[in-house]
């Protein structure tokens, strides 16, 4: 079982950027797909980035592909969210999860991951 604890989220202008963190416990990070996903009131929760065990293969959404990075220090069981360029239509709560792999894949459905963590807000201001 893995526990996540994300952090970064803030209050920023259009056209700034936020870096997230989710801190993963347990020795086996490695063994973990990850995701970031979001949801906006009133909105189903979506997945933004998502980065298999190793990091060789990354998912973004097409609305935030070209601004948003995701990345992984598997000896700090950490992954990142970079989010540049941001726009209000960016303001979310944030969520990271996490589910064991078996291969290099990724996964960007949120009923694929069986661990989350408490989220962190968002707000891009105009």
């Known amino acids: 079982q893995v526990q996540l604890v994300e952090s970064g989220g803030g209050l920023v202008q259009a056209g700034g950027s936020l870096r997230l963190s989710c801190a993963a416990s347990?020795?086996?990070?490695?063994?973990?797909?990850m995701g970031w996903f979001r949801q906006a009131p009133g909105k189903e929760r979506e997945c933004v980035a998502a980065i298999s065990r190793g990091g060789a293969s990354t998912y973004y959404a097409a609305s935030v592909k070209g601004r948003f990075t995701i990345s992984r220090d598997n000896a700090k069981n950490t992954v990142y969210l970079q989010m540049n360029s941001l726009k209000p239509e960016d303001t979310a709560v944030y969520y990271c999860?996490?589910?064991?792999?078996?291969?290099?894949?990724?996964?960007?459905?949120?009923?694929?991951?069986?661990?989350w963590g408490q989220g962190t807000q968002v707000t891009v201001s105009s």
């Open positions: 999860a996490a589910r064991e792999a078996y291969s290099g894949s990724y996964y960007s459905r949120s009923y694929e991951y069986a661990y």
């Open positions: 347990g020795r086996t990070f490695s063994s973990y797909a």
